[in-house]
Nanobody, 127 residues
Framework: QVQLVESGGGLVQAGGSLRLSCTASGRTFSSNVMGWFRQAPGKAREFVAAINWSGGSTKYADSVKGRFTISRDNAKNTVYLQMNSLKPEDTAVYYC????????????????????WGQGTQVTVSS
């Protein structure tokens, strides 16, 4: 089993920044794809960003491209999401997810493509 624990959420004013972290423990597998999703109240869970094992392939939702950056430190089993220029519409619970299996691509944008999920961390952006 894999356990994912997110941290770094909070309340920030529009235009501000936050950095989310997600640390994996347990059977983390020798290679995987890590992703970030978010879910606002009354809305479906949506893709935010993903990164492959080497970090050489990343994928972003159009809504966050140029503002958010995903990265990972495999020695620490941790993936990060640096969020800059935050907007009120970024308010949501942010979840990290892990997809097992060796892949050179990060183009996995559907929740069903991921095998493990964290509990989520709340991000609130005030206007």
């Amino acid at each position: 089993q894999v356990q994912l624990v997110e941290s770094g959420g909070g309340l920030v004013q529009a235009g501000g920044s936050l950095r989310l972290s997600c640390t994996a423990s347990g059977r983390t597998f020798s290679s995987n794809v890590m992703g970030w999703f978010r879910q606002a109240p009354g809305k479906a869970r949506e893709f935010v960003a993903a990164i492959n094992w080497s970090g050489g392939s990343t994928k972003y939702a159009d809504s966050v491209k140029g503002r958010f950056t995903i990265s990972r430190d495999n020695a620490k089993n941790t993936v990060y999401l640096q969020m800059n220029s935050l907007k009120p519409e970024d308010t949501a619970v942010y979840y990290c997810a892990l997809r097992t299996g060796n892949s050179g691509s990060a183009y996995y944008i559907f929740p069903s493509e991921y095998d493990y999920w964290g509990q989520g961390t709340q991000v609130t952006v005030s206007s």
